[in-house]
């Protein structure tokens, strides 16, 4: 059955979650800050919202896919967010990475406004967007969750209902802390390979089948070889994906040396002027001179 979507963050991800959306028969209402951010969806089917407030007015279910924490307390919350303006019994899906905090808190506000909001953070990259095809992370209430499942589908195939509200976010970090040190992992392993006078195409032959698999060493190691640094995820998004998780972690009391040391390394990146390419850019640090 098709529902009445909100749909506001049109990134490099959002963009193909929105159009996956309306290519299983949705009717999408979008908004973001920059209208011709949202040209190609508006020519592809979706209907443009001209604020928060009257697409959350207009929507049945609204998800959110923005940048920071701060840009999604901006949404939702306050006189003209999504949560003053939705209609009563509308699904709330966050599926930005963002603090778990902030999304029990979220959830705990628009309970009170008989709403139901989910966390939903998403792995996979622009690929995995473009493909309809995202790990989803979901933190809700069971009669919430499956609910809303239909509609997660249609962007995504490995869909777990994590717990109650911030547990998809939790899973997120989790996710985080595996690849930031598994990032650190795959630039060493193709600047080796280089330096040994190797062919790193072959050398992916060999390796990403074995016990060294990775998605980050199948997706992103053939970009570092092609110095293709476009950006699936960007780098100023991984470093604050990589600061909650951190904050996260030494509220629960734990040592992550490994999360310590790939924020270090990714923030160097940024200085040189690598926040805008992708993560698959760590690979420079590792071949400067």
């Not at 299983?24 to 928060?52: C, F, M, P, Q």
């Not at 069971?142 to 490995?158: I, K, Q, S, W, Y």
């Not at 630039?187 to 790193?200: H, N, Q, R, V």
């Not at 991984?238 to 923030?267: C, H, R, V, W």
């Amino acid at each position: 059955m098709s529902k009445t979507i909100g749909f506001i963050g049109t990134g490099v991800m959002g963009r193909s979650m929105a159009q996956n959306l309306i290519n299983h028969g949705h009717e999408v209402h979008v908004y973001t800050r920059t209208k011709e951010k949202a040209a190609d969806l508006l020519n592809n089917g979706a209907i443009w919202a001209e604020s928060i407030a009257e697409l959350a007015k207009k929507a049945e279910m609204i998800i959110t896919i923005v940048g920071y924490p701060s840009d999604v307390e901006k949404v939702y919350l306050g006189k003209n967010g999504i949560i003053e303006n939705a209609q009563s019994g509308s699904y709330l899906i966050d599926m930005t990475t963002s603090d778990p905090l902030l999304a029990e808190k979220i959830h705990q506000i628009a309970k009170g406004k008989q709403l139901h909001a989910l966390d939903a953070p998403v792995s996979g990259g622009d690929i995995g967007a473009r493909n309809g095809k995202l790990s989803i992370m979901v933190g809700a209430a069971d009669e919430a969750f499956h609910a809303v499942l239909p509609v997660l589908e249609c962007m995504g195939e490995n869909i777990v209902h994590q717990g109650p509200a911030g547990a998809g976010q939790h899973t997120k970090m989790a996710n985080q802390i595996t690849i930031a040190s598994n990032m650190i992992g795959v630039s060493e392993a193709i600047t080796y390979a280089k330096k040994a006078g190797l062919d790193p195409v072959r050398v992916l032959k060999s390796i990403t089948s074995g016990a060294a698999g990775s998605w980050s060493l199948s997706n992103l190691a053939p970009r570092m070889i092609k110095q293709d640094y476009a950006p699936g995820f960007y780098v100023k998004h991984f470093i604050k994906d990589m600061k909650i998780a951190l904050q996260s972690a030494k509220n629960m009391g734990l040592n992550t040396p490994g999360l310590d040391l790939s924020l270090k390394l990714y923030e160097e990146l940024a200085e040189n002027g690598e926040e805008d390419s992708g993560t698959q850019a760590l690979i420079k640090w590792f071949e400067q001179e």
